[in-house]
Every structure is written in C-alpha cells, then in structure tokens.
C-alpha cells in the first residue's frame, strides 16, 4: 500500500495509473461514502540537461537551477557620477536591493542593459530617484524599454542609449564638472 500526504493509504487492487495521472479513490467512514482524488507520483520527474551559457538558449530560459534575484555593481567616475549595473529580474522580490543601490549616489547612471524583466515596482523606484538624485537610465532589453513607455517613466526619465552616452550627457550638463 503506498501513502498519500496526511497518511492515507492507497489499496494495492486500484487500477495501474502512470507518473502525476489522477487515481480516483473511494473512501467509506462511519457509512459515509466520500470521492477523493489524489496524484500519484511513481518516480522522480527527469529533466532535460542544462544548456551551455552563451547559447541562445541559456539566454532565453531562465531554468529552475538558476538562481533569481538581482545583483548590483557599483563604480565610482569623474565628477562624482556612480555607475549602477544591475543583472537579473527586478521585481517586488528583488526591489529593495534596487532600492537601496539607487539610495547611494546624487548623480548615477543606471546600466540595465542586463535586466530580463522591469515590473512596475522597480519603474516606481527609479522615479522617486530621480525625485532626490540625478539619473540617466540605459534600458537595453526590450522588456524594460517597454515596462519604461508601458508606465510613461520614459518620459520623466533621461534615456540613453549606452554607458557612455550616458556619463558624456552627464557630463556635458552646464554647471557641471567632467
């Protein structure tokens, strides 16, 4: 007899069901006659070998072995700019940490040119920073260039098209220093 979740016992005289298939099952207790339905799990599932990093698939899919979650890179330039490059999602899982590396510069420019996936809650944290800091965004991917147009933050926000473009526009603001 194989057990379900919570004990429950599987009668060996059930008909033969394959891998994750529903097996109706009946159960009487105290002369009631109740209908259950439980997924029988005869084997572990198997997967497909991993793809090699640089082919277009590895690129595409994100597989249950990768990790998510964001991770920042800062470096420091000429005339107090911070670079922010950001790898990975930003979502509400991962927004704080966005948060926290936009809280650390007046002026920034913020590399997102390898972000996959820009929902409204990192949009929401790239414009209260340009409500306190001065920064120039670099979208790259076709996600985040259009979660950008999709909220109109594209309009409030200075876009650019690379790193450079972005610490020479920077730098080329009247006032200030290279």
Not at 22 to 41: H, I, K, N, Y
Not at 68 to 88: D, E, F, I, N, Y
């Given at each position: 007899m194989a057990l379900l979740p919570g004990g429950a016992g599987i009668p060996n005289g059930l008909p033969e069901v394959g891998a994750g298939k529903?097996?109706?099952?009946?159960?009487?207790?105290?002369?009631?006659?109740?209908?259950?339905?439980?997924?029988?799990?005869t084997r572990a599932?198997?997967?497909?070998?991993l793809p090699l990093k640089g082919s277009a698939m590895y690129d595409c899919f994100r597989t249950i072995y990768e990790p998510?979650?964001?991770?920042?890179?800062?470096?420091?330039?000429?005339?107090?700019?911070?670079?922010?490059?950001?790898?990975?999602d930003i979502d509400a899982a991962t927004v704080s940490t966005l948060d926290e590396a936009l809280?650390?510069?007046?002026?920034?420019v913020v590399d997102l040119t390898r972000?996959?996936?820009?929902?409204?809650?990192?949009?929401?944290?790239l414009l209260q920073a340009h409500a306190r800091a001065e920064i120039v965004v670099v979208p790259g991917g076709h996600a985040v260039?259009?979660?950008l147009e999709a909220t109109g933050a594209d309009l409030v926000l200075k876009i650019h098209p690379r790193v450079g473009a972005a610490l020479a526009g920077l730098a080329a603001e009247p006032g200030r220093e290279a």
């Open positions: 529903p097996a109706g099952l009946t159960s009487r207790r105290r002369g009631v006659r109740s209908e259950v339905l439980a997924v029988v799990q599932p198997v997967s497909a070998p998510s979650g964001l991770t920042v890179t800062k470096a420091g330039r000429p005339g107090g700019v911070t670079v922010v490059t950001l790898v990975g809280a650390t510069g007046a002026r920034l972000v996959a996936f820009l929902s409204c809650a990192g949009v929401r944290a260039t259009r979660s």
